[in-house]
């Protein structure tokens, strides 16, 4: 998963606070204008007042310009935040939630495991990230794990299948079995799986009674 960047939103506020000053010097050297115009010019009078009222509807509309921004602005932190609070809140639900969870490349190379799975796989974060997921199968039973693999990669469709892993212990690795959940996510305009979600639990022998 890759994330946008974020628009800064402080560059909105700064463009309406220099767009409400630049509105007031202006209507400062305009009306400084007129008023040198009206004690000098020969333009009637009643033209300088029209220009006086043009240049009064055309500021007003810069200042509500002004203030749609700023409501904008307000309205695009609110949302932000909101979204901010959402991801933090999913990102926790993720990182500890019970069951193991691994996102993988369809090549199954994790990207993000949560810390169930990495206490299921007794690997460290650092460890796991950026390895292949089908490392820590068995040799003898990768066959298997393949072949139950492509018949996963179903855009949408979640499968279900038995299989075994090993668990680090120490300088050892020990086999278990577990029950693995996948479903293939697809990008938006690709044609194929761009992501794996991987749900494992470890079966123990009160399983198979």
Not at 30 to 58: F, G, H, I, M, T
Not at 113 to 141: D, K, M, Y
Not at 163 to 190: H, W
């Amino acid at each position: 998963m890759s994330a946008e960047p974020k628009p800064d939103i402080s560059e909105f506020a700064d463009f309406a606070d220099a767009l409400f000053k630049q509105r007031r010097r202006s209507e400062k050297v305009v009306r400084l204008a007129l008023n040198r115009a009206k004690a000098q010019s020969p333009v009637p009078v009643n033209e300088l007042n029209d220009v006086s009222r043009a240049l009064d509807s055309a500021l007003n509309v810069v200042e509500h310009a002004v203030e749609e921004l700023r409501m904008q602005n307000d309205a695009l932190f609110a949302a932000r935040t909101e979204v901010e609070d959402a991801y933090a809140q999913f990102r926790d639900f993720f990182e500890f939630a019970p069951a193991a969870y691994v996102v993988t490349s369809p090549d199954t190379r994790v990207r993000y495991a949560n810390q169930a799975a990495c206490a299921l796989l007794g690997l460290r974060r650092n460890g796991l990230a950026g390895q292949l997921l089908i490392n820590w199968v068995p040799l003898e039973h990768r066959g298997a794990f393949r072949s139950a693999l492509i018949r996963s990669l179903s855009p949408g469709m979640v499968s279900d299948w038995p299989a075994t892993l090993l668990s680090k212990d120490g300088t050892s690795s020990r086999p278990f079995g577990c029950r693995m959940r996948i479903r293939a996510v697809v990008a938006s305009g690709a044609s194929s799986p761009t992501e794996l979600y991987w749900n494992f639990t470890e079966e123990t022998d009160e399983d198979l009674f």
